[in-house]
C-alpha cells in the first residue's frame, strides 16, 4: 500500500487545480543538510525538465476545459519538505 501527497486534479467552487510532483531527494539530518539537498534539486537539469513537462501537461489540460488566459501557474517549482523526502511542487 503506498499513498502520493500529489493530487491530481481538485475542483473546489468552480476552481480545477492540479499540484505537479515531480523531483525528489532525501530529506537531510540537519537544516543544512535539506538546504544543501534542496539546492542540489533545484539544480538537476533532469528533475527540473521533468517537473517543467508536468506543469505544461497540467496547463494543456486544464485549458481545455477552461476559459481562454484563466489558467495560472500560482506555485511554480517549490521544493516541499515532507517526513523523509523532499519534493519539487507547483501549483496549476
Not at 535539506?34 to 538537476?44: E, M
Not at 506543469?55 to 501557474?73: A, C, K, M
Amino acid at each position: 500500500i503506498g499513498a502520493s501527497p500529489e493530487s491530481l486534479v481538485s475542483v473546489k467552487n468552480g476552481i480545477v487545480t492540479t499540484n505537479p510532483i515531480a523531483g525528489t531527494r532525501p530529506r537531510g539530518a540537519t537544516d543544512e543538510e535539506d538546504k544543501a539537498l534542496a539546492t542540489d534539486l533545484l539544480s538537476d537539469e533532469k528533475e527540473t525538465a521533468e517537473h517543467r513537462m508536468l506543469v505544461d501537461l497540467g496547463r494543456n489540460d486544464i485549458g481545455r476545459i477552461s476559459e481562454t488566459t484563466s489558467v495560472q501557474v500560482t506555485k511554480y517549482m517549490e521544493v516541499e519538505l515532507f517526513r523523509y523526502v523532499m519534493h519539487l511542487t507547483s501549483v496549476v
